[in-house]
């Protein structure tokens, strides 16, 4: 086994019918640009009536029919905030708890010890998030999973990740493992991932290899770490 195998996220995600929500951190292979990308899947009839939308640069999860939502409280947040030379990407509203904690001066992981998993027994959800920090013409990122410690949801174990940004390579963190009932979570590190240059290239291969019937929404960002322009695409299925 190489545990130093950079994975075409492609493959990975080829043939899974359910891995939930994801974050996509890293850097192009020509080492000029930052991406984040973050997906959003669904099985029942709440979780798909919804649609990613963009505001002053934040990325919020909307309902695509408000008269069919049924509890918006974990699938109605902010899923992508920038604050100072941070951004904050999360599947949930642990988003606004990450920048109202940097506002306070608390770090990333600081943060993010005041909430846990979501509570929706049996499944108990990860919360997954990412914070990439931009300084200096480069940046580096962080990863955070807090994932229920037993199958009762008795209590919450946390997992922060620091990465230096390497060209080409990118970290892939999602709520599950595939389909399941109740949902098999999350396991070990986030996976290795390449990150072309192309942010088409990448949208397209992420959104392609996603399960037709239970992908819902996709944001990819490209930030260039030279002039700090930034590029973007985003894909609801329901339009």
């Known amino acids: 086994m190489d545990i130093y195998r950079i994975n075409d996220i492609g493959e990975l995600l080829e043939g899974n019918s359910y891995v939930g929500r994801g974050i996509v951190v890293g850097k192009s292979e020509d080492g000029k640009k930052a991406c984040a990308a973050y997906f959003i899947m669904g099985r029942s009839a709440n979780s798909r009536n919804r649609v990613f939308e ?3 640069g934040d990325i919020y999860t909307a309902p695509f029919d408000a008269s069919k939502v049924e509890d918006p409280s974990l699938i109605i947040y ?5 604050y100072e030379n941070d951004l904050v990407v ?4 642990q988003t606004d708890t990450v920048v109202e904690g940097l506002k306070k001066g608390l770090s990333f992981a600081e943060a993010l010890d005041s909430r846990c998993f979501e509570p929706d027994a049996p499944n108990y959800t990860p919360r997954i998030s990412a914070m990439l920090t931009f300084a200096d013409g480069d940046f580096r990122y962080q990863m955070n999973i807090l994932k229920s410690v037993d199958a009762q949801g008795t209590d919450c174990a946390r997992y922060t990740f620091s990465y230096p940004a390497k060209a080409g390579l990118g970290h892939f963190l999602h709520t599950y493992v595939c389909d399941g009932n ?6 070990g590190e986030p996976e290795r991932v390449a990150i072309p240059d192309d942010i088409d290239v990448f949208t397209d291969k992420l959104w392609n290899a996603l399960d037709a019937d239970n992908k819902i929404s996709l944001y990819v960002r490209y930030t260039d770490l030279a002039d700090g322009s930034v590029e973007t695409r985003l894909i609801n299925k329901n339009q």
Request: a negative charge.
């Open 182 to 187: 109740p949902i098999p979570t999350f396991q």
């Open 54 to 56: 963009e505001k002053d």
């Open 78 to 82: 902010a899923a992508v905030r920038g």
């Open 90 to 93: 999360t599947n949930g509203d």
